[in-house]
């Protein structure tokens, strides 16, 4: 996928301001129109154009494009950076003039999820009172919380547009009690900090959407966590009782004899919290112990005379 500089597009520099951006605009799709224009290319032009326009025009969609840095050039491959957009807070509205059909897969790489799916919150309530629009913003936590439960200090950032027209970022931070059994996607509600109300109207709600910081050692789906768990060879073909580890603690496990890595142990329970708690399920590896000394190497070629063992019996040779 090709990263698109819509600056270069619409021949501006990243400093102007929302004037010169639609008068830009202007001109250039007077230039490229389709009906009028004799370009080859013109088409193409207009609707790189009008993507273009559609994203710098709005002070939300540009400063979550503007945050994803100065490094990318025109035409290079782009995959957004994991966790990009996260504390990055925005009212939504989606594709505002046509749908996800109309733009790039780079355009939708970015606004596809958060930007189409969030709702204003404005919602006439009598008489010249209307409430505030609602706020979105993704967060990212750590694994642990989620166990424990935890109150965190979030870091949140949101464009305006100031008294020159140039979109600037206004910073806030709330303490956010995280709860305890929270999942991947699900969302905590702060009341009343979105936007303000009109005519006495009540403000808007705060959404945040939970994602986990990547963990080392866990993997998580829905409330059940994955972990490679490394055995030695007498561990696995013997049996033992161990430690695992999990992100409550430590427990004790029994490992039966004959375990295979690609097998999958259960702790029932030990996943996420919830009313119905997740799994944490255990994925053996087994490892191998170096054969660094004269001793340890002879303990293997005794395993390789007393063991008639083909780890490649099933493919045949």
């Known amino acids: 996928m090709d990263y698109k500089d819509y600056y270069k597009i619409m021949d501006l520099e990243k400093s102007a301001d929302q004037a010169e951006i639609k008068r830009?605009?202007?001109?250039?799709?007077?230039?490229?129109?389709?009906?009028?224009?004799?370009?080859?290319?013109?088409?193409?032009?207009?609707?790189?154009?009008?993507?273009?326009?559609?994203?710098?025009?709005?002070p939300e969609k540009r400063a979550a494009y503007d945050q994803l840095g100065s490094n990318w050039k025109a035409g290079q491959d782009f995959h957004p950076p994991p966790d990009w957009d996260a504390g990055f807070e925005f009212r939504g509205g989606g594709y505002t003039e046509g749908?996800?059909?109309?733009?790039?897969?780079?355009?939708?790489?970015?606004?596809?999820?958060?930007?189409?799916?969030?709702?204003?919150?404005?919602?006439?309530?009598g008489g010249f009172n209307m409430r505030g629009e609602d706020h979105h913003a993704k967060v990212v936590i750590d694994l642990e919380d989620a166990y424990t439960g935890a109150t965190r200090a979030i870091s949140l950032r949101s464009p305006e547009v100031n008294a020159n027209g140039q979109v600037v970022t206004?910073?806030?931070?709330?303490n956010v009690k995280i709860p305890k059994g929270v999942k991947q996607g699900q969302k905590i509600r702060l009341t009343g900090q979105g936007s303000p109300g009109m005519g006495g109207g009540a403000a808007g709600?705060?959404?945040?959407?939970?994602?986990?910081?990547?963990?080392?050692s866990y993997r998580v789906e829905e409330h059940d966590v994955y972990l490679e768990l490394p055995l030695a060879p007498w561990e696995a073909a013997l049996g033992a009782s161990i430690k695992v580890p999990t992100p409550a603690g430590?427990?004790?496990?029994?490992?039966?004899?004959g375990t295979r890595s690609g097998s999958k142990l259960r702790l029932k329970g030990r996943g996420i919290p919830a009313k119905q708690a997740g799994d944490l399920y255990v994925m053996p590896v087994i490892t191998l112990p170096p054969?660094?000394?004269?001793?340890?190497?002879?303990?293997?070629?005794?395993?390789?005379?007393?063991?008639?063992?083909?780890?490649?019996?099933?493919?045949g040779v």
């Open 24 to 58: 830009a605009y202007r001109k250039l799709a007077r230039k490229y129109h389709p009906d009028v224009s004799k370009e080859p290319d013109a088409e193409a032009r207009f609707k790189e154009i009008g993507e273009a326009y559609e994203v710098l025009k709005d």
């Open 291 to 315: 054969a660094e000394t004269d001793a340890q190497k002879a303990l293997y070629e005794k395993m390789q005379q007393e063991m008639s063992y083909n780890p490649r019996a099933k493919l």
């Open 205 to 216: 709600d705060l959404y945040l959407e939970v994602q986990f910081n990547p963990h080392s």
């Open 99 to 125: 749908n996800a059909s109309d733009y790039s897969d780079f355009f939708s790489s970015i606004f596809g999820d958060s930007f189409r799916q969030s709702t204003t919150g404005r919602q006439p309530q």
């Open 250 to 257: 430590p427990v004790d496990m029994k490992i039966p004899a």
């Open 170 to 174: 206004r910073d806030r931070t709330l």
